[in-house]
């Protein structure tokens, strides 16, 4: 018995010296692998990367901007089901360790040892992928396992289990560029989390171990094995019946990566202005991870009026230049045409047009085989689209099909309107343009078109490219007179004229677009009729100074010089800047901010920019005092007299009613503005704007080079703007000019500017004018001079005024 005792008591000894090395072995290495252990305490302020997304006006959702796809959601937002997923599948008794599961551990062992030689099973808690994910890295070593071992455990000793849990959801990797929970029940299925399937929610629990090892395309199967077993897991541990689990199961994934609002294609310029804008203002990081939320301006209705009237504009211009050929071919006894076709590039941004390849062609009709789509996993599907181009569909070549079109010839092909399966030729126009519409009153951007693809070229005509207004520059020179004394019936001479630029520049004799004179005529005259000689003589006697100011007041030049051409549009200046000009015109002469975007927040909620600058006081008061409605304090600068907005509004009317754009009157609605065509009509150019709407339009080569002999802006440019403005204002009412308080409408001469003397008909027009400034009762005869009408300045008559000579 005493032998028996002392050999227990060796043993307990023994055992106890083991406890005690063993204990400060592992001890030493706690202390050695805790020395370097990062700062777990980091986590209570982590922000993890967040998608910032790009809203239409309409709350539609426009693009998104990232480097990981995370949309973050507090705990308290995720569903139940999800959470039982995720723990069915990833860790049972989250709920019950404190960071690493003795239990998951033991199974993990007894697991590995059975299927040695196959996938090794690992015992991660939740709680340790937050620390590898977050803090430790994910290195294959037992250094490391250990190291996130430690700081699992201390952040168990830190944080809640709602917390640890917030974090992995939000910040697991799932595939497809998705990151967390939020994003991937969006791009995968097209919803909310809360909207989610039994079998969709199993199925993102099954991704955290290997999302390409899941993949929806290319590994199905596996991936609906696996979604399977956690359906299994989620009844095991009681979430879920038996029966919900195999009715889940006899569902197919159902994985339809989604797609952005229908209306992006249309808006690649407006969402790259947008992204800029933001950029330059917060920096890269905050535009790709801080997961702002931009409320722009864009009305996508809007915004597909413009890009139809434009591109219209654009192909109808170049179409009738004839067919230049095929975009390239394709050898149709090499391969199928199909896989041939499908890996050329295509413009995606042209829809409906469609890549196609000529299959067959005779005097009838060619038939065409349309570039197929590959899907998710880079399968091309099984049956070919195909169609046919008639004689009618390439009758704007104005040649035979079999002239047109060969075998093996790769082109674009639109869809005929009532004509199914029949086809219209296109191409690519080699010219391009640009379209912006704004609010007038507050420069809210609702529509922007920069070119005619977007996916083609990513350069923007509306806001970059620097091109000569031409004659639409003009109303800011008549501006600065109206605004410095004169009157729309002011007479300024329509004659030829030369001015000395001084020693060794020469002599500057311009010319009218169609090289003849009208002699003395009304301001009104020259703007309607877009007389360079008048303008040059106008803006020669109120002085280029003056008239430069007056251009920087308008933002359409930021230091214009100086010099007499510069009245006729020789300037270079942008389609924003020009509609934001004009916008003043019509708003009554307030300066206002052309602006993309209303409103940004924060990843909180928080606006940290707003383009409204206007002051409401007391509309946050808790009631309104006998309900009078809180008034808007408008500091805004006034950089045009009200009334002689008006009196440029008025006359920029008349050029629609008589003179240069008589094309858009077919509108039916109440609208103003100018053309402009430069030198050799390498630029043409049309603003205007209803009482609500400003919009520009420009057309031109990025490589300048003319238009045409008979090109003008209102053969071209200002169609575009009438097809636009059909659209835009169809269901609108038609709204005239507002008149401001002050101006009196006097019926005059359409010619001399002079009293009608009451007498009406085609010779008369209302003509707006300033207190005091309206023509008398009774005008003296005029004497007649060599252009048809009173003498000009080099005959002795001066005086601005009503009735004065230029």
Not at 539 to 553: N, Q
Request: aromatic share 10%.
């Amino acid at each position: 018995m005493r032998l028996i005792l002392r050999f227990l008591g060796f043993l307990f000894a023994l055992g106890t010296i083991l406890f005690v090395i063993g204990g400060a072995v592992a001890g030493f290495f706690v202390w050695k692998f805790s020395q370097d252990l990062p700062d777990y305490t980091q986590l209570a302020n982590y922000e993890p990367p967040v998608t910032t997304r790009v809203h239409a006006g309409d709350g539609s959702l426009i693009t998104e901007y990232s480097r990981e796809r995370r949309l973050y959601l507090p705990i308290q937002a995720v569903p139940k089901l999800v959470i039982a997923a995720f723990l069915s599948a990833e860790d049972k008794n989250f709920y019950k360790h404190n960071g690493v599961d003795p239990e998951g551990i033991a199974r993990a062992i007894v697991t590995n040892f059975r299927n040695s030689g196959r996938r090794q099973q690992g015992a991660s808690t939740i709680t340790q992928q937050v620390a590898k994910n977050f803090l430790v890295g994910d290195e294959r070593s037992y250094e490391r396992k250990i190291r996130e071992m430690l700081v699992a455990l201390r952040i168990e000793a830190t944080y809640s289990k709602d917390k640890i849990l917030e974090l992995y959801l939000n910040e697991i990797y799932l595939g497809l560029g998705n990151y967390g929970i939020a994003a991937t029940a969006l791009n995968y299925f097209g919803k909310s989390v809360h909207e989610l399937t039994l079998a969709e929610v199993a199925y993102m629990a099954a991704l955290p171990k290997a999302p390409n090892n899941y993949h929806p395309f290319r590994q199905r199967e596996a991936a609906i094995e696996r979604r399977n077993w956690v359906l299994d897991r989620m009844v095991e541990n009681g979430y879920v019946t038996r029966e919900q689990a195999e009715k889940a199961k006899a569902e197919p994934l159902g994985v339809s990566p989604r797609q952005l609002s229908p209306h992006n294609y249309l808006a690649g310029y407006f969402a790259e202005e947008v992204r800029r804008e933001i950029a330059e203002r917060y920096g890269e990081k905050k535009l790709y991870e801080g997961g702002l939320s931009v409320r722009t301006t864009l009305d996508p209705k809007m915004q597909a009026m413009a890009r139809k009237a434009l591109v219209d504009g654009l192909v109808r211009f170049d179409e009738a230049r004839g067919w230049r050929g095929a975009q390239q071919k394709i050898d149709m006894t090499a391969r199928e045409w199909g896989a041939s076709l499908s890996e050329l590039p295509a413009l995606g941004d042209v829809q409906p047009w469609r890549l196609a390849v000529v299959t067959e062609v005779d005097d009838q009709a060619a038939r065409i085989g349309l570039q197929p789509k590959r899907d998710g996993s880079g399968q091309l599907p099984r049956e070919r689209e195909t169609g046919v181009i008639t004689a009618d569909g390439v009758k704007w070549t104005r040649k035979k099909l079999t002239q047109t079109l060969r075998v093996g010839d790769v082109v674009y092909a639109e869809p005929m309107e009532g004509r199914k399966g029949q086809y219209r030729l296109r191409q690519v126009p080699e010219i391009s343009g640009a379209l912006v519409a704004m609010d007038p009153n507050t420069g809210r951007v609702f529509a922007m078109v920069g070119g005619f693809s977007y996916d083609q070229s990513e350069f923007n005509r509306a806001t970059q490219a620097l091109r000569q207004p031409g004659s639409s520059f003009k109303p800011f020179v008549y501006a600065t007179a109206l605004d410095n004394g004169y009157t729309p019936s002011t007479i300024v001479v329509d004659g030829p004229i030369e001015i000395d630029q001084g020693p060794g520049v020469g002599v500057w004799a311009p010319s009218n677009y169609d090289g003849k004179y009208a002699g003395p005529r009304t301001l009104r005259y020259g703007v309607e009729h877009s007389k360079n000689l008048m303008t040059v003589r106008l803006a020669r006697d109120v002085g280029m100074p003056l008239v430069s100011e007056y251009a920087k007041r308008f933002g359409v030049y930021d230091d214009m010089p100086p010099l007499l051409s510069m009245s006729l549009g020789a300037g270079e200046t942008t389609v924003m800047r020009m509609t934001t000009a004009y916008a003043m015109f019509v708003n009554g002469g307030r300066r206002i901010k052309p602006t993309l975007i209303d409103r940004i927040q924060d990843r909180w909620g928080r606006t940290i920019f707003r383009h409204d600058e206007r002051i409401c006081e007391k509309c946050d008061a808790e009631k309104w005092v006998n309900q009078n409605e809180p008034a808007l304090i408008d500091r805004r600068e006034q950089v045009l007299d009200p009334l002689t907005a008006y009196q440029v509004t008025s006359i920029l009317e008349g050029v629609v009613q008589r003179g240069t754009a008589t094309v858009i009157k077919e509108v039916g609605k109440p609208l103003a503005g100018k053309t402009g065509t430069t030198n050799d009509a390498k630029d043409v150019w049309f603003v205007g704007f209803s009482p609500d709407l400003a919009v520009g339009v420009f057309l031109g080569y990025d490589k300048p080079q003319s238009l045409g002999n008979s090109a003008t802006a209102g053969k071209y440019a200002a169609p575009i703007f009438r097809d636009f403005m059909k659209l835009a204002l169809k269901d609108k009412p038609a709204t005239p000019f507002r008149v401001p308080a002050g101006i009196k409408l006097i019926r005059v001469s359409a010619k001399s500017g002079q009293r009608a003397g009451g007498e009406e008909g085609g010779g008369t027009i209302l003509e707006a004018f300033k207190p005091g400034t309206a023509p008398p009762e009774y005008a003296p005869a005029a004497p007649v001079d060599p252009y048809g009408g009173p003498p000009g300045p080099e005959a002795g008559m001066a005086g601005p005024g009503p009735g004065g000579l230029y």
